[in-house]
Structure formats: C-alpha cells, structure tokens
C-alpha cells in the first residue's frame, strides 16, 4: 500500500518518549513461569490472531474487549493511536494474554483494557498489576484512570484495590471512571503485584524468539473451558 507521507505529517499523532517496562517473570499456581514483558509497534501482527477468535465470544464480555482491543492494536500499527504502550504474557512463548494502556499526559494514564487468553491463573490480574506498575513506577504517574466493561474486571479492579470513584467519563465511554493513586498503587503493591527480575536468559530468550499464538479452537477452548458446550 502506498502512503502519502506528506499527508501523514498531519495524520500521525506525536509518539511521546517513553521509559520501557522492564520484563519479569512471574511463577503461577501451577508452577509454570509467565514472561511478562513489553512489545512494540511491530510486534502487532504476531498479536493480533490471538485476539481475533474473542470477536465471537459473547461470555464475560470477551466480545465487546476483544474488539476493542484489537481496533486499538491495529490503530497503535497503523499510527493512529497516541502514546500506547502493551504489556504481554508468554508461557514457553505462548501469548497467554495482554494489556494496553496510554499516556494522557505526564501525569495521567489512561488504562484501557485487560484480556486474559488462559484462564483460571489470574493471568490478566497479575497483567493489570504490571500495567500499573508501569504507569506508577517507571512512567512515574501521579494518578491512573480505570473504567470496567465485565463484572469479572469490576471484582479484579475496582474491588480488589479499592480504587477511587471520579466524577465524569472516562475515555473509552461507558461506565463511570475510578482511579489508581500512587499512594493506592504502593498500598496494593505487596499483595498484588508480583513477579521477579531479571528474566532468566534462557526464559527471555523463548519470549523474545516468537510470540506463539495457540489456534482459533484452542483459544475459544481456553476461554470458555468445560463451559463451552453449555454456552454456545
Ligand atoms: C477480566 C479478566 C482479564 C480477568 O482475568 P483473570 O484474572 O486471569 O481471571 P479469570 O478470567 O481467569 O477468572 C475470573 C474468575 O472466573 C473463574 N474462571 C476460571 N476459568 C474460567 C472459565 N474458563 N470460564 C469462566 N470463569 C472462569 C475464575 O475461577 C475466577 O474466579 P475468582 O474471581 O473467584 O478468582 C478476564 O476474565 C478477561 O479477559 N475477561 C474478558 C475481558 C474483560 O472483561 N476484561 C476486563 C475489562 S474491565
């Protein structure tokens, strides 16, 4: 596809510098070692299959995340979303789940949304939890603005921390936004927020070789479990 560059100058939002996320692993219930770690603007493609099969998935809301998500990762690969960063999850290189999130401005980030692919482990709790590491520790805001979309992301977050309601909206619409303080984020940090650094090398060097995507089955499987026949 040609791009017109001179157009672009006025289409592309400023990329804002950004201090990276530096990788973890964190040790689940059942022993496996979950790489949490950031990606980029060119690992998008590798991701997107893994979000695709949600589209069609009614149950917790996968559906309406999903897209979302998706609509935002390929608008973040075309530059057309402002400030993104995306954490993932691997197992032995398996995409196990991810979140974004943006920076509004210095002080204020925007989380948008959480989307666990294996479930059961609380895989996108301990992401959600590094998202707001990221925000708070090393992107060092004051103050992180968090809506829900799902009654399971309502329990994870706004009960789980104790988060603050606000007045007004929050960006992406819907329900009303609560936020994520530094002082609420140090508060939860030693029950919710886990993992170790270094990576080990071998482990990074599995993440790093290639984010494996299960196939569209295994993902509908994974995320309905044993329910599955009951739902659909
Ligand atoms: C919200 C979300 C990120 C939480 O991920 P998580 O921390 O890994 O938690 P799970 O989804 O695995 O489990 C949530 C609960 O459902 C149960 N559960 C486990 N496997 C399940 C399955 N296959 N189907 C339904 N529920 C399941 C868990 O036991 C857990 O119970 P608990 O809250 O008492 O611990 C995840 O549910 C998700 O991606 N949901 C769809 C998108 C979404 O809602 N995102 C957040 C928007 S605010």
Known sequence: MRIDMELERYLRPPDREMPPYPAKVI??????????????????????????????????????????????????????????????????GLLV??????????????????????????????????????????????????????????????IEYGLELREGQHELGGAAPYALTREMYFDAKHRLVAGERPVPQELMEVAQREIRVASETDIIEKILGARRREIL
Request: aromatic letters at 10%; proline letters at 5%; charged letters at 25%.
């Open 27 to 92: 040790t689940l219930a059942t022993g496996s070692k979950m790489v949490v770690r950031q990606v980029f603007r060119e690992d998008v493609p590798a991701i997107l299959p893994a979000v695709r099969p949600t589209l069609d998935i009614p149950r917790d809301y996968y559906d309406v995340v999903g897209s979302r998500v998706y609509a935002e990762l390929l608008a973040w690969y075309r530059y057309r979303y402002r400030d993104v960063f995306c954490i993932i999850g691997q197992i032995d």
């Open 97 to 158: 789940g991810l979140v974004n999130s943006r920076m509004f401005s210095p002080q204020l980030g925007i989380s948008l949304h959480t989307l666990a692919i294996e479930r059961g482990l609380r895989i996108g709790a301990h992401l959600f939890a590094a998202k707001m590491e990221h925000h708070i520790e090393y992107l060092g805001q004051e103050e992180v603005l968090i809506t829900a979309e799902s009654p399971i992301g309502f329990r994870r977050w706004m």
